[in-house]
C-alpha cells in the first residue's frame, strides 16, 4: 500500500528546520492541529507553544496563544511515517554534533571581556575567540581589534561538548606577517683598504698624595738614611757576641787547665 505522501503528486517535501506558514485547524489539551498543506497531520505539541508576548515564559493551556483560524509560524521539528512534529521554537541553525575541530564560520560578536571576545555562531551558546588568538600583533584588550556587532570569519579550534563550550579562532584565518630579513655581514673585498680604527687615549690622571702617604714617605726616606748606621750597630753587635763568646771559652779552657 502506499504511503499517503506517494499518493499526492504535488506534496512538497519536509525536512526538520523548515519554516512553514501553518493555520491552525484545531486545539486540545495536549496540542494544536496546523494544516502546512501536507497530507500527514501537523502536529504542534505544547511544550513547542511560544507566546510572543512572553517568551521565556512556560504556556500551560493552548488557548492562552492559539485558537483555531490562527495563522502560525512553524518550523519541522521531525517528520515522521504517520504525522510531522512542529515547533514554534527557532531551531538552531548550528547544532553541536555539527560543530568539528577546522571548520570556518561566520558570526556576529555579542561579547567583549578582558580575555575574549564571544561570537554568536548560530550555536546554543556562542564561541569564545582568546585574547590571543584576535590577531598576529599583540592585544591587551579585545576593543582593540573588534567591537559589539561585527560580523567575523573564525575557525573552531575545539570543542568541549560536555561543557559546552567552543574555542574559536580569528589569527588562524589571517596570513601571518612577514618577518624583517636579517641583513648578513658580507666579508670586505681583497685589495679594498681596511678602514682606520680610531682609538682614543685616556690620558692616565695620577691623584695628589694624601698626607697619611706623604707622612709614610718621609719615615721611609729617613729608615733609608739611616740603613748604613743600622747596618753598622748590627756588625758591632755581632762582633761583640763573637769576641765574648771566644772569651767565655778560654776562661773554661783555664779553669780545666788549673784543676788539672
Known amino acids: 500500500m502506499e504511503s499517503p505522501v506517494e499518493q499526492t503528486t504535488n506534496t512538497p517535501a519536509f525536512k526538520p528546520k523548515q519554516k512553514i506558514d501553518g493555520k491552525v485547524l484545531k486545539t486540545s489539551i495536549q496540542g494544536a492541529l496546523i494544516d502546512i498543506s501536507s497530507p ?135 596570513e601571518p606577517p612577514e618577518e624583517a630579513p636579517v641583513e648578513s655581514k658580507k666579508p670586505a673585498r681583497k685589495g679594498k683598504a681596511k678602514k682606520e680604527v680610531e682609538v682614543e687615549v685616556v690620558e692616565e690622571v695620577i691623584p695628589d698624595p694624601t698626607f697619611m702617604e706623604i707622612a709614610l714617605r718621609q719615615a721611609m726616606d729617613k729608615a733609608e738614611m739611616r740603613l748604613p748606621e743600622i747596618k753598622n750597630r748590627v756588625r758591632k753587635a755581632k762582633n761583640f757576641a763573637s769576641d765574648a763568646d771566644e772569651l767565655y771559652e778560654r776562661t773554661m779552657k783555664n779553669k780545666i787547665n788549673d784543676k788539672d
Not at 541553525?93 to 570556518?104: A, F, S, Y
Open 40 to 174: 500527514l497531520p501537523a502536529f504542534l505539541h505544547i511544550s513547542q507553544v511560544v507566546n510572543p508576548a512572553n517568551p521565556d515564559a512556560q504556556v500551560k493551556t493552548i488557548d492562552e496563544v492559539l485558537k483555531a483560524g490562527d495563522p502560525v509560524i512553524v518550523w519541522v521539528k521531525r517528520v515522521l511515517k504517520d504525522h510531522i512534529e512542529l515547533t514554534m521554537k527557532e531551531p538552531l541553525g548550528l547544532e553541536w554534533r555539527d560543530i568539528v575541530p577546522d571548520m570556518v564560520l561566520h558570526g556576529k560578536v555579542v561579547r567583549l571581556e578582558n580575555f575574549g571576545a564571544f561570537v554568536e555562531l548560530g550555536a546554543e551558546r556562542p564561541g569564545l575567540v582568546h585574547v590571543s588568538e584576535l590577531s598576529h600583533n599583540y592585544v591587551r584588550v579585545p576593543s582593540e581589534v573588534v567591537k559589539i556587532g561585527d560580523e567575523v570569519d573564525v575557525k573552531v579550534l575545539e570543542v568541549d561538548k560536555r561543557k559546552r563550550q567552543i574555542k574559536l579562532s580569528m589569527k588562524a584565518l589571517q
